[in-house]
């Protein structure tokens, strides 16, 4: 069974650009997460869509930052203009639906440089 | 606020038992306690969860108080490839996720 993708792995960009990262989840898992992990902290999770529609972005700046699920499978997560503070490794999980009773799947995460 | 409270470092020796501590004193009864491991520059990885009963798989062994209100991770015997982050998450409310900072555990030779 193939796992998470995400890419790119590694991204190097200057503040006020804009970049955008993307996941394809495991087939047929209906809930995805985006999480952001700094350095030496635990991950955050940013949004969490059920499907195609939104179940948590109470931690997403949304000011800055974006994300869809178009027809339910891929994401893509978009930071428009970036600043320093958002250096850190973006990552993407997907599990089936079931209010906790299952695992989540990570991909390798994405690692955002902010310059 | 559903939080977990974790020791920041553990240190054991190969072969050795692991006994790794959480506390979540604001758990309520249907939130599930899950434990992950981040090995460094990977994604975290599922380690075991569980709601009320003790419960064991091929990684380690998962033992929930009777009050819910702390969790033990049991690897049976440590390996230097059990060096890891680890980390225990509350889901509460049914889809929210809380990650602590987790425990960073050193596998002695």
């Known amino acids: 069974e193939a796992g998470v993708a995400q890419s790119p792995r590694y991204k190097i960009i200057e503040k006020r650009q804009s970049v955008a990262f993307w996941c394809n989840p495991i087939?047929?898992?209906?809930?995805l997460y985006w999480y952001q992990q700094i350095l030496g902290q635990g991950p955050k999770l940013l949004i969490q869509f059920q499907n195609n529609g939104v179940v948590d972005d109470s931690q997403l700046p949304k000011d800055r930052f974006s994300a869809e699920r178009l027809k339910g499978v891929d994401s893509t997560l978009k930071i428009q203009p970036a600043k320093l503070e958002d250096s850190a490794v973006y990552l993407c999980?997907?599990?089936?639906?079931?209010?906790?009773?299952?695992?989540?799947?990570f991909g390798p995460g994405t690692r955002l440089t902010v310059l | 606020d559903a939080k977990t409270t974790q020791p920041n470092s553990m240190e054991s020796n190969e072969e050795e038992p692991v006994h790794l501590p959480c506390n979540h004193s604001?758990?309520?009864?249907?939130?599930?306690i899950h434990w992950y491991r981040q090995l460094p520059s990977q994604g975290p990885e599922y380690v075991i969860h569980g709601l009320t009963s003790n419960v064991n798989n091929r990684m380690a062994s998962l033992a929930i108080a009777e009050d819910r209100k702390s969790s033990t991770l049991i690897l049976h015997r440590a390996t230097l490839r059990d060096a890891a982050v680890y980390y225990c998450?509350?889901?509460?409310?049914?889809?929210?996720?809380?990650f602590g900072s987790g425990t960073k555990l050193n596998v002695k030779p």
């Open positions: 087939s047929g898992h209906a809930t």
């Open positions: 604001t758990i309520s009864g249907t939130d599930y």
């Open positions: 999980a997907s599990s089936p639906p079931g209010q906790g009773r299952h695992e989540q799947f």
């Open positions: 998450i509350l889901i509460y409310n049914f889809n929210k996720f809380y």
